[in-house]
């Protein structure tokens, strides 16, 4: 186990470092320089050239991404330019908020998505599975931006019922919260459907069932357990595109996280916030997927056995 | 028809079971009669499509979805076949309980045996401490040796034999009147089959438990059963007490049985093996289904399904010929 955990965080090193090569070429690659972004477009050729030199951006790439690494290694992640303070430090007080949606978006799928597809997958071609499959594919296929503006439109300027946007009472968090969360609820449906479905004709459930258990008690004593591993792993990987989705979700619904912050510093080519805040992000989905593994080891006691050694 | 109603514990009577096929519906269980007497071992013979796992899956209500019966399950003067479903259920574990052929898969990874062994007794209403008691006493009968660690465990942790001793234990733990084994030594080794059915002849001697053995094994079989019913293509053979079937088939089927088995009746090292395919419910040949294989088929067994009759004090033979068979 103890190994295990090494070995994840050794990859995940490699992880990090690959990350922060590719956010680091990206945002270079894309036109525009933040000189010419923050001196407007009345700025000269030579008052450009002089600010990108003093924030270094005039060195070859090769010495700008050596000099980065060696930053970072040392967790300096930059100045803000534009907010005048350490970048990780803007990253850091945006966090709480974006977290906040991501689990709130994830307990909501996990709970809604487990029990449709319990029921679902309990009872096949059954009403509720029918309903609830082809309510899935629908909310898999709808974006994010849509859903919210529709939601938007339906609970705040329709019914009056939710606020469309900003922070303060729970009653803020419901709509950016539920647009968070419906692709990922209806993944969790399905998967937990299928799963559910497979492990009703194990030969261990008919062992259940010949001990005179009620359809119910063979779905939630034997059946759930087993289907829960990779809907656990699903869950871990997906918490990490949520955090992307959150990105979107926050520029609809104007929810002061990470993701507004992130777009506010593409457009304003603010290099070092958008390192930053992708590192932040590429680590807590790291960690995110190593707390699902091992999840999945407590739930299968195969696994833990054959890693323990 | 069973011949005495009142004596038996359970009573099969003209037991059809028909799965959603293809086209049409497969009948794989056409017609079966057989008791089991309170406190007796019966074998079920027949090879794999030959109906038997389907007929023990019936008796205690398990079929998958989709299959149809007919005829009569007759448990204790009740037809469970239209009892409800959850009459159904509360015989299950209850009176009539099972155990399978593959235990390590029949086991539930996730749960540690005590907790699988015991689960009939939770439901039940019996408190933590004493289902524990009760577990560590059913795996001890059951021939696990140090019960209380062992329950504590996971089925990957245990060897194949001891998987099946658990599963015995779990299948006795409601206190059955009658066990059905589903080919249960068939996944296991030689050296522990004998040793599975010593334990599973002992319990039954010792409980006064009725059993219905399944198995293709004759050899399984002829070391167990009182009573055996040979099974072909969905349809009784023959049945009769063990040793006379066996000793003296009354059926062509059976006795090519008996001499494919190298060691039960002739001591040649060279058996003589079954020619052609075994028939299936799928592809039934009409008039009697093992004619295709019978070296007396003649012309009246193409064409006429031999209903099953008396040929002697308590043998009974789906044979036309059978006396020509009887030696």
């Given at each position: 186990m103890t190994r295990m955990i090494m070995r994840r965080l050794l990859i995940g090193v490699f992880v990090m470092w690959g990350a922060a090569s590719l956010i680091f070429v990206?945002?270079?690659?894309?036109?525009?320089?933040?000189?010419?972004?923050?001196?407007?477009?009345?700025?000269?050729?030579?008052?450009?050239?002089?600010?990108?030199?003093?924030?270094?951006?005039?060195?070859?790439?090769?010495?700008?991404?050596?000099?980065?690494?060696?930053?970072?290694?040392?967790?300096?992640?930059?100045?803000?330019?534009?907010?005048?303070?350490?970048?990780?430090?803007?990253?850091?007080?945006?966090?709480?908020?974006?977290?906040?949606?991501?689990?709130?978006?994830?307990?909501?799928?996990?709970?809604?998505?487990?029990?449709l597809g319990l029921v679902a997958g309990g009872r096949p071609d059954g009403i509720v599975d029918r309903v609830v499959s082809a309510t899935t594919v629908a909310l898999q296929s709808f974006p994010t931006f849509w859903v919210g503006i529709m939601l938007i439109l339906l609970f705040a300027l329709g019914l009056r019922l939710l606020p469309s946007a900003g922070v303060g009472t729970p009653a803020h968090m419901v709509l950016p919260a539920v647009t968070l969360s419906l692709p990922f609820t209806a993944i969790v449906a399905r998967l937990t459907r299928s799963s559910v479905v497979e492990a009703m004709r194990e030969p261990y459930v008919t062992t259940a069932r010949s001990k005179g258990l009620t359809e119910t008690q063979v779905l939630l004593?034997?059946?759930?357990?087993?289907?829960?591993?990779?809907?656990?792993?699903?869950?871990?990987?997906?918490?990490?595109?949520?955090?992307?989705?959150?990105?979107?979700?926050?520029?609809?619904?104007?929810?002061?996280?990470?993701?507004?912050?992130?777009?506010?510093?593409?457009?304003?080519?603010?290099?070092?916030?958008?390192?930053?805040?992708?590192?932040?992000?590429?680590?807590?989905?790291?960690?995110?997927?190593?707390?699902?593994?091992?999840?999945?080891?407590?739930?299968?006691?195969?696994?833990?056995?054959?890693?323990?050694? | 028809m069973p011949e005495n109603p009142a004596g038996a514990l359970l009573q099969v009577a003209d037991l059809v079971v028909d799965l959603p096929g293809g086209k049409s519906d497969l009948r794989v269980?056409?017609?079966?009669?057989?008791?089991?007497?309170?406190?007796?071992?019966?074998?079920?013979?027949?090879?794999?499509?030959?109906?038997?796992?389907?007929?023990?899956?019936?008796?205690?209500?398990?079929?998958?979805?989709?299959?149809?019966?007919?005829?009569?399950?007759?448990?204790?003067?009740?037809?469970?076949?239209?009892?409800?479903?959850?009459?159904?259920?509360r015989v299950r574990g209850h009176e009539i309980s099972m155990i399978f052929q593959d235990p390590l898969a029949a086991l539930n990874p996730?749960?540690?045996?005590?907790?699988?062994?015991?689960?009939?007794?939770?439901?039940?209403?019996?408190p933590r401490g004493e289902a524990g008691r009760r577990v560590v006493e059913l795996l001890d009968r059951a021939g696990v040796p140090d019960p209380v660690r062992r329950a504590r465990e996971y089925p990957h942790q245990f060897s194949g034999g001891?998987?099946?001793?658990?599963?015995?234990?779990?299948?006795?733990?409601?206190r059955p009147s009658l066990l059905l084994a589903d080919e249960p030594t068939t996944a296991l080794d030689?050296?522990?089959?004998?040793?599975?059915?010593?334990?599973?002849?002992?319990?039954?001697?010792?409980?006064?438990?009725?059993?219905?053995?399944?198995?293709?094994?004759?050899?399984?079989?002829?070391?167990?059963?009182g009573q055996v019913v040979v099974m072909y293509a969905g349809r009784v053979a023959e049945r009769g007490p063990a040793r006379q079937v066996l000793d003296r088939p009354a059926h062509p089927y059976t006795r090519a049985l008996v001499r494919s088995v190298p060691a039960v009746r002739t001591r040649t090292a060279l058996a003589h093996p079954l020619p052609g395919a075994p028939a299936t419910p799928a592809n039934r040949p009409a008039g009697c289904p093992f004619h295709p294989r019978c070296p007396l088929a003649r012309e009246r067994c193409r064409l006429e399904v031999p209903a099953i009759r008396e040929v002697g004090p308590d043998r009974w033979s789906a044979c036309h010929f059978a006396e020509e068979v009887l030696p």
């Open positions: 990206i945002v270079r690659a894309a036109p525009g320089d933040p000189a010419s972004v923050l001196l407007g477009p009345d700025a000269s050729r030579e008052q450009v050239a002089r600010l990108n030199a003093s924030l270094g951006l005039d060195r070859p790439l090769l010495v700008q991404y050596v000099g980065y690494l060696g930053d970072v290694v040392r967790l300096d992640f930059g100045e803000s330019h534009r907010l005048a303070r350490p970048a990780m430090g803007a990253v850091f007080e945006r966090l709480p908020a974006t977290l906040e949606l991501t689990l709130a978006a994830t307990a909501l799928a996990v709970i809604v998505g487990l029990t004593g034997h059946a759930l357990r087993n289907s829960l591993i990779p809907v656990v792993t699903i869950v871990g990987l997906q918490m990490g595109a949520l955090m992307g989705g959150a990105v979107i979700v926050e520029n609809v619904f104007a929810w002061p996280g990470l993701g507004s912050l992130i777009v506010d510093a593409v457009a304003n080519r603010d290099y070092a916030v958008v390192q930053a805040a992708t590192l932040l992000i590429a680590g807590v989905v790291m960690v995110l997927n190593l707390v699902a593994d091992l999840l999945y080891t407590r739930l299968d006691p195969r696994i833990r056995m054959d890693g323990g050694s | 269980v056409d017609g079966v009669s057989f008791d089991v007497p309170a406190g007796t071992t019966v074998g079920l013979i027949g090879e794999s499509g030959s109906g038997k796992t389907m007929t023990a899956l019936a008796i205690i209500g398990l079929l998958p979805g989709g299959a149809a019966t007919g005829g009569q399950v007759v448990w204790r003067g009740e037809d469970l076949l239209h009892a409800g479903p959850t009459r159904r259920r996730t749960q540690r045996i005590g907790r699988q062994v015991g689960e009939i007794l939770r439901r039940d209403g019996v001891m998987r099946q001793r658990a599963m015995i234990a779990l299948a006795l733990a409601g030689v050296t522990v089959q004998a040793r599975i059915l010593r334990l599973l002849r002992s319990i039954q001697e010792r409980d006064g438990l009725a059993m219905l053995l399944v198995s293709h094994d004759l050899r399984v079989v002829a070391h167990v059963a």
